[in-house]
């Protein structure tokens, strides 16, 4: 297609002392094959000097704006407001993406004209190594069926959004943390999803920084977030999630890591659907790694060798 002809899609990235993983990232957008980009860069006030070091990377798509700290819902927000495209999505400013990332969630939207949001597979980079690839499809009806769970139909920043579908829709600044999950979720409510299964995308997990965070004040935002969900569903709201119900007990490794073993239980159900049973069986290894003595860390290994009836009975019970 004619580069001319491509419809303009705006990528939109918060940057927040993203340090030496900022240009990285940059650079991942100006290689994708489908070139009719907007990049809006909102600088949310980084001290670490990584923004200056975009001064070397020369390309007029490239829209850089600065403000003051205000958080990443405000800087994505101001993105927005500056957006041109037909289609929008979003790149977080530590994170890697494939060459044909856009080219082929375009093609998907444009596929399927009634589609607000087409998310993509994606796979978790640790200690520069690429793990747990999520690689199935999920057309409109299951994406309802997660959204109904409150559960992201896929990992949030992967969506592309379809402008005149999402027009006015914004971040709520009052939920930090948790602003992407509110936002798929506002927009599942009311519009149809559907997932690629191609692994387009490259989510970093800074490990080394995970036990630095108390979890509680983003466990909470969750909170917050699902209260408003079922308020806007006209659903009885549990009692754990009562307004003023403490959060409480023992942090577990679980929520420290925003639960990461689920992604990679996730991501071993997928491979073996694809048939791809060894590279499964090496994905639950990798994540009995994270913590060899904390037995939730197991179960994506068991999910790679069990016979798939046992993993649905397991999984239906709740133990996942």
């Given at each position: 297609m004619n580069a001319t002809r491509q419809p303009l899609v705006t990528v939109v990235m918060a940057a927040y002392n993203a340090g030496a993983y900022l240009t990285p990232a940059i650079r991942c957008l100006l290689a994708q094959t489908y070139t009719r980009l907007?990049?809006?860069?909102?600088?949310?006030?980084?001290?670490?000097?990584?923004?200056?070091?975009?001064?070397?990377?020369?390309d007029s798509r490239i829209q850089l704006h600065r403000q003051q700290n205000g958080g990443r819902p405000a800087a994505m927000n101001r993105a927005l407001d500056l957006a041109?495209?037909?289609f929008y999505t979003v790149l977080d400013a530590d994170d890697l993406c494939h060459p044909e990332r856009v080219e082929k969630q375009v093609a998907a939207l444009q596929e399927h004209p009634h589609v607000a949001a087409v998310f993509c597979g994606h796979d978790i980079v640790m200690d520069e190594r690429r793990l747990a690839p999520i690689v199935w499809a999920k057309g409109p009806e299951q994406c309802r069926a997660d959204i109904a769970r409150f559960t992201m139909p896929g990992h949030d920043p992967t969506a592309m959004y379809r402008m005149s579908a999402v027009a006015g829709l914004r971040y709520d600044e009052g939920l930090k943390y948790v602003e992407a999950y509110d936002y798929v979720m506002r927009v599942g409510e009311r519009l149809p999803m559907m997932v690629i299964p191609d692994a387009l995308y490259s989510y970093r997990v800074h490990v080394a920084?995970?036990?630095?965070?108390?979890?509680?004040?983003?466990?909470?935002?969750?909170?917050v977030a699902l209260r408003r969900a079922y308020e806007r569903r006209g659903l009885r709201l549990p009692a754990e999630l009562a307004e003023g119900a403490p959060v409480t007990g023992r942090l577990r490794n679980r929520d420290h890591d925003n639960n990461l073993a689920a992604s990679f239980m996730e991501s071993v159900l997928s491979l073996r659907r694809c048939g791809r049973r060894g590279h499964a069986v090496s994905t639950g290894l990798s994540c009995v790694a994270l913590h060899p003595t904390d037995l939730h860390y197991l179960k994506a290994l068991v999910y790679s060798i069990a016979p798939m009836w046992l993993v649905a009975r397991l999984r239906s019970s709740g133990s996942a």
């Amino acid at each position: 297609m004619n580069a001319t002809r491509q419809p303009l899609v705006t990528v939109v990235m918060a940057a927040y002392n993203a340090g030496a993983y900022l240009t990285p990232a940059i650079r991942c957008l100006l290689a994708q094959t489908y070139t009719r980009l907007q990049i809006i860069i909102v600088d949310d006030g980084s001290t670490d000097g990584s923004i200056d070091a975009l001064e070397d990377v020369r390309d007029s798509r490239i829209q850089l704006h600065r403000q003051q700290n205000g958080g990443r819902p405000a800087a994505m927000n101001r993105a927005l407001d500056l957006a041109c495209g037909e289609f929008y999505t979003v790149l977080d400013a530590d994170d890697l993406c494939h060459p044909e990332r856009v080219e082929k969630q375009v093609a998907a939207l444009q596929e399927h004209p009634h589609v607000a949001a087409v998310f993509c597979g994606h796979d978790i980079v640790m200690d520069e190594r690429r793990l747990a690839p999520i690689v199935w499809a999920k057309g409109p009806e299951q994406c309802r069926a997660d959204i109904a769970r409150f559960t992201m139909p896929g990992h949030d920043p992967t969506a592309m959004y379809r402008m005149s579908a999402v027009a006015g829709l914004r971040y709520d600044e009052g939920l930090k943390y948790v602003e992407a999950y509110d936002y798929v979720m506002r927009v599942g409510e009311r519009l149809p999803m559907m997932v690629i299964p191609d692994a387009l995308y490259s989510y970093r997990v800074h490990v080394a920084s995970i036990t630095r965070h108390d979890p509680r004040k983003r466990m909470e935002m969750v909170r917050v977030a699902l209260r408003r969900a079922y308020e806007r569903r006209g659903l009885r709201l549990p009692a754990e999630l009562a307004e003023g119900a403490p959060v409480t007990g023992r942090l577990r490794n679980r929520d420290h890591d925003n639960n990461l073993a689920a992604s990679f239980m996730e991501s071993v159900l997928s491979l073996r659907r694809c048939g791809r049973r060894g590279h499964a069986v090496s994905t639950g290894l990798s994540c009995v790694a994270l913590h060899p003595t904390d037995l939730h860390y197991l179960k994506a290994l068991v999910y790679s060798i069990a016979p798939m009836w046992l993993v649905a009975r397991l999984r239906s019970s709740g133990s996942a």
